[in-house]
């Protein structure tokens, strides 16, 4: 006997439009069958309670169907980690404010929800990969409000709130780590990349799958969703060169040869066993998504 599908009929994914991951999710639920609903801020401010819950009226199911039938997908944040710094109110109403906003719309709604957040949360002092009941120590102010929304959400009691924390994402629709490399490559001989902070590089096409997956086992709760493997910015970006045919050297260096604003975690590797046991299938390693996604980008660039 085949397990229940739990997928929603209709999927409202916030930055569905105009966000790397939200774009995804557009696809992959469209693709599983879903009525995938993009927006983006001009369709609806977000932060204005009103006008969400008129947005979300208008895209409600059919009389002969139910409000647990449409999933709000919440993909919108204030993800400029170093920005963050100097604009922690900016960063803490998209992150902190907003979440906790939709959690109170959803639960009042009888809408499924599920929000995204980041390894960020944790500070790497554990040196190995984290599980979701792992201890949180933010070291930045974009990890702190992302965090803060987290709590926020878990603190409602909104029905099958489901939060996905992510990591380290690469996809179409715009600039992200390998991208940067391989435009900084065309003008540069050689780069330097540090090879002292571990993560989880993910695919926004394969966490978008993941999700569908998940939603579709009726999966709940706080969970670690990436592709699998770990990788330092130097192996990425040294693993991109190489799918990219660049004549380009990538050097290794130390954390401290590149200062930035916001601090970031030496080691924030997600455990993934939990979402892997729930959604049924282990994603694919991260080169395998990343090798996918050069060709992408090469082909749209003639081959070049
Ligand atoms: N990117 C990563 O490497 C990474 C790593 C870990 C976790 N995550 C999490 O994964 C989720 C999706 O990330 P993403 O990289 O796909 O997001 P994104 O493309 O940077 O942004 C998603 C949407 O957020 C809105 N937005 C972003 N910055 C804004 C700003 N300064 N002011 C107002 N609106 C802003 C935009 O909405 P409109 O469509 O309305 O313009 C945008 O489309 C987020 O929850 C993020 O925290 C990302």
Redesign the pocket.
């Known amino acids: 006997m085949s397990p229940e599908n739990r997928l929603p009929k209709i999927a409202v994914i916030l930055?569905g439009?105009?966000?790397?991951?939200?774009r995804a999710l557009t696809t992959a639920f469209a693709a599983a069958g879903v009525r995938a609903v993009p927006a983006?801020?001009?369709d609806v401010d977000y932060l204005d309670a009103d006008a969400l819950d008129d947005f979300l009226e208008a895209q409600q199911p059919g009389d002969d169907e139910d409000t647990a039938d449409l999933c709000l997908v919440n993909?919108?944040?204030?993800?400029?980690v170093d920005q963050a710094e100097d604009q922690p109110e900016?960063a803490y109403k998209?992150?902190a404010a907003l979440p906790a906003q939709l959690g109170v719309v959803a639960a009042e709604r009888g809408h499924k929800l599920v929000h995204?957040?980041?390894?960020?949360v944790f500070d790497g002092a554990k040196g190995a990969p984290y599980v979701p009941t792992d201890a949180t120590n933010p070291l930045s102010v974009y990890g702190a409000s992302?965090l803060a929304g987290e709590e926020a959400l878990l603190s409602l009691d909104v029905p099958g709130l489901l939060i996905l924390r992510?990591?380290?994402?690469f996809g179409p629709g715009?600039m992200?780590f390998p991208a940067r490399m391989i435009e900084l490559a065309g003008t540069r001989a050689e780069l330097n990349v540090v090879d002292d902070q571990h993560g989880s590089p993910t695919s926004?096409t394969d966490l978008a799958a993941l999700t569908v997956a998940l939603a579709e086992n009726g999966a709940s709760g706080l969970l670690h969703a990436t592709n699998a493997g770990e990788a330092t910015w130097h192996e990425l970006a040294a693993e991109t060169i190489r799918l990219a045919e660049l004549p380009c050297r990538v050097n290794p260096i130390p954390t401290s040869g590149f200062p930035t604003k916001a601090k970031r975690p030496p080691c924030s590797v997600l455990d993934i066993a939990r979402t892997v046991q729930l959604a049924g299938y282990t994603p694919r390693p991260w080169r395998e998504a990343l090798a996918e996604y050069v060709a992408g980008l090469r082909n749209e660039s003639g081959g070049r």
């Open positions: 930055g439009k105009n966000g790397m991951l939200g983006s801020h001009a993909t919108v944040a204030y993800t400029q900016e998209l992150n995204f957040s980041t390894d960020f992302k992510t990591a380290w994402l715009r992200n926004t």
